[in-house]
């Protein structure tokens, strides 16, 4: 409860040095040496009409507050409501991390009093630890549920097994003694749609009536979960990683990491996988991690009660965060591994295990994958922001269904024809990658085999391409296109839908493709200079399923664009830890191609494009602006609205928020003095008059306002004064008018600051908000400022 009372009054901050002395959980950056008194105000758009000036108003920095007072003695009876946030609003961090350190001295202090407090103070300690353990318990559970249940539904669009209706198309050939080596995907346990309906297992109407039934149930699931989306939870849908990353900046969307958004999430996840869409679930499953999160964090007051300790892991990651993070990593892998839903008894989804080192010429067939992943990259960004952009801008973004069934209905169509393009696109990526041994009966493995071989081996030499293999990369480059093109149009779309899996499918596609002409060209001309060290007659050169693995990787980083991240989320997906070297050329590679059309990717490209106010940390400010040239208002913009410290009553100020859109206001000591007191909220005013009339006796509208510590003299006959010293941030930080923006950005950035205001010899000049400088920032880019706002 001390945690809400300080939520709910004003306090004091004695210096930077007092903030970052706590503990190492409450450890914040430098703030480059300017002016260091921290604000605790509330909107990232406070002020974000035409706040203006005069340059009359005299500013301190809360010097006139003894910095050895103590914070408790100061504070009145808290008011509810008072410090919370409204939707879509940036939470004040400076302000919660106070908070906390007070509610962790208050906790410290009373724990030797009784055995009850002192089991408390465990229970505070350990509290952080429960939420990570809860969280990988769920996350892994959901991921394990949501694979099984995603590939499950994925064969059912071909047909279903009779002697276990859960059982996928693999599992229910499994136990089957019927089933030969050639035709292991075929069981009597196993019917197809063709032989259920129309009793025929093979010939034209057959695979029409399949070509149907796929048709039917991919329109089916993709209908159900644009529908489920739009019904129930409307925040479910998409990749959730730009509002992720949003919210982790300090931003409030309320209800975004909800129950009924995890629900309806999980649900629709599987759906959507399991229509064929072009799209996969390791975005959405950080949303859905996330979800679980957030919703246990509400079983522990040290965090269902302060915004930023829900977030500590955004602009600032202490030790204590990291050693949580992986932990929670650590459980979920463990219940994963229980669940085994890969089948394969590994953590992995591709896992790879190649039988040939990769050697020094290659690297030029990786950096060329690399390019195209950056060529990649930068074009589906633009083309994907570009519809999207039109999907909001015209009548179509409107019906979201309509859109959803199209693109389901066209990829189905288009897809079932192509046998790569109709496998589950997971199922694809792990075909692509695995390595031609002498028990694939894949087409892509259809080579002339040597007559003269008499035994089994794994190291099987490079040979001359078969049919099979030609008629397989004529596939896969239909398949390529069509991956490109679909995926531009489905990622976006009103339903979960994830990148990860599209882009490394495209770049395994070309990798195998560039990996089987290496290996042809090695094979007929081994006597060329680049391959005569390493290409013998006989030897086991080229692996094309690593070329996938390197394909994929360079066009996951051109459409992301991580690098040592990416790298590290390769190693996961496929254990291919000794091919760190091709992995890390590739992806560079494609990093540097792709920033040279453009440095954003996909999810910064889209928190521009929804218009979050989220400061890039990667993004470099360069420009040789200063404060003064940044802050509002402007010079034929009206002035300030101010508050005065003791002169104003109850009608003044409703009448001044009533007639302004500032989310808060500067309040000075006097119209003659214009000193700066502190900075008043528009939410916690209103919160703070409306209760004062229901609980306070005498308060009418021309009760005076009393912002001061002690109230003045009034005339006898005068209202009953309210005080509201307890809701003033008395220590409003503040920058000079000659502060380079390279520090103002570098300190809104470190301290999530949402407003600072400007001063000149002490004298208050304006204010900069978080918005101000993100249009500041799209200005200086050519963009257009007026599009920097939540849509």
């Known amino acids: 409860m001390e945690s809400e009372q300080l939520f709910h009054r004003g306090y004091y901050r004695n210096s930077y040095n007092s903030i970052t002395s706590a503990s190492s959980d409450e450890e914040l950056l430098d703030g480059a040496g300017v002016i260091m008194d921290f604000q605790t105000s509330e909107d990232d758009n406070l002020l974000d009409g035409d706040t203006a000036v005069g340059t009359h108003y005299t500013m301190t920095n809360g010097g006139s507050i003894n910095s050895s007072t103590h914070l408790l003695d100061l504070l009145d009876e808290p008011i509810p409501g008072v410090g919370t946030y409204d939707d879509f609003h940036t939470i004040d961090w400076v302000r919660e991390k106070c908070k906390d350190r007070e509610r962790h001295r208050r906790i410290n ?41 995603a590939d499950w539904m994925t064969d059912l669009k071909e047909g279903i097994c009779l002697s276990a209706l859960w059982y996928n198309h693999e599992q229910c050939c499994w136990g089957s003694n019927e089933t030969t080596f050639e035709e292991r995907d075929k069981c009597p346990q196993w019917k197809t749609w063709a032989e259920l309906i129309i009793g025929q297992a093979e010939g034209p109407g057959s695979y029409i009536m399949n070509y149907i039934m796929y048709i039917f149930w991919a329109l089916g699931f993709a209908f159900l979960a644009v529908s489920l989306v739009k019904v129930f939870a409307p925040y479910a849908c998409g990749s959730g990683i730009p509002e992720i990353k949003t919210i982790l900046s300090g931003f409030i969307i309320r209800g975004y990491l909800g129950k009924w958004t995890l629900m309806i999430k999980t649900i629709t996840l599987v ?64 219940v994963l591994r229980s669940i085994n839903p890969f089948g394969n008894s590994r953590l992995v989804l591709f896992y790879v295990e190649y039988h040939t080192p990769w050697y020094l010429f290659e690297l030029f067939p990786f950096i060329l994958l690399g390019v195209f992943g950056g060529l ?109 093109i679909m995926t531009v149009f489905t990622f976006g779309i009103k339903v979960p839908s994830g990148l990860f899996i599209p882009s490394m499918a495209i770049g395994a596609i070309a990798g195998r493709i560039v990996g089987i002409a290496v290996e042809q060209l090695a094979y007929y001309h081994h006597d060329w200079f680049i391959f005569k060290e390493w290409c013998e007659v006989g030897a086991d050169c080229i692996t094309p399923g690593l070329y996938a693995m390197v394909g994929a990787a360079a066009c996951l980083g051109g459409v992301t664009r991580m690098t040592v991240s990416l790298v590290v989320i390769v190693f996961e997906l496929t254990g291919g830890l000794e091919y760190i070297v091709p992995l890390m050329a590739a992806v560079m590679t494609s990093k540097w191609v792709g920033d040279a059309f453009g440095r954003e990717g996909i999810y910064e490209a889209h928190i521009r494009l929804n218009g979050y106010p989220f400061l890039d940390a990667k993004e470099e400010f360069t420009h040789t602006t200063l404060a003064a040239d940044v802050m509002r208002p402007r010079r034929n913009d009206p002035p300030l609205a101010v508050l005065t410290q003791d002169n104003m009553t109850v009608d003044d100020i409703e009448n001044m928020i009533n007639e302004t859109s500032y989310n808060g206001f500067p309040v000075i000591m006097s119209k003659e003095s214009q000193r700066l007191v502190g900075f008043a909220l528009r939410r916690d005013l209103t919160i703070a008059i409306e209760s004062a009339r229901k609980k306070q006796e005498g308060i009418v509208g021309s009760s005076r306002v009393c912002f001061a510590q002690h109230t003045p003299s009034l005339p006898a006959e005068s209202p009953r004064p309210l005080k509201l010293r307890s809701i003033l941030d008395m220590s409003p930080f503040t920058v000079t008018d000659h502060t380079p923006m390279e520090i103002v950005v570098d300190i809104f950035r470190k301290l999530g600051l949402r407003q600072c205001l400007v001063t000149h010899n002490g004298r208050l000049l304006g204010i900069i908000t978080k918005k101000d400088i993100l249009r500041h920032m799209a200005q200086t880019a050519n963009q257009d400022p007026a599009s920097i706002m939540f849509n």
């Not at 055995?115 to 229970?123: D, G, I, N």
């Not at 066209?410 to 024809?417: D, G, K, L, R, S």
């Not at 696109?425 to 003269?452: A, H, Q, V, W």
């Open 271 to 334: 759906l959507a996988v399991a229509s064929g869409l072009s799209l996969g679930k390791e975005g959405p499953l950080v949303h859905v991690a996330c979800c679980c999160g957030n919703i246990f964090s509400y079983l522990f007051p040290k965090y269902s009660t302060n915004e930023a300790k829900k977030r500590e892991v955004s602009y600032y990651f202490p030790l204590k965060t990291l050693w949580r993070s992986f932990f929670a990593a650590l459980v979920a892998a463990f």
């Open 376 to 484: 990649w990259g930068a074009f589906f960004i633009r083309a994907n922001i570009a519809w999207c952009r039109r999907r909001k801008s015209t009548r179509f973004g409107k019906y979201p269904v309509l859109e959803v069934i199209v693109v389901a209905a066209i990829t189905a169509v288009i897809a079932f024809p192509n046998p790569y393009t109709r496998l589950n696109t997971s199922e694809l990526i792990k075909e692509l990658f695995t390595d031609c041994g002498p028990l694939e009966s894949s087409s892509l493995c259809d080579y002339r085999n040597d007559m003269n071989a008499s035994k089994i081996v794994d190291d099987i030499p490079d040979r001359p391409a078969g049919l099979g293999v030609y008629s397989a990369i004529w596939q896969l480059c239909l398949a390529l296109i069509f991956k490109i």
């Open 109 to 149: 202090s009373k724990k030797k009093e009784s055995a009850w407090e002192m089991t408390k103070s465990l229970y505070d300690a350990w509290s952080g630890w429960l939420v990570v353990t809860l969280t990988g318990l769920a996350s892994g559970a959901l991921a394990g549920l949501i694979d099984i249940a």
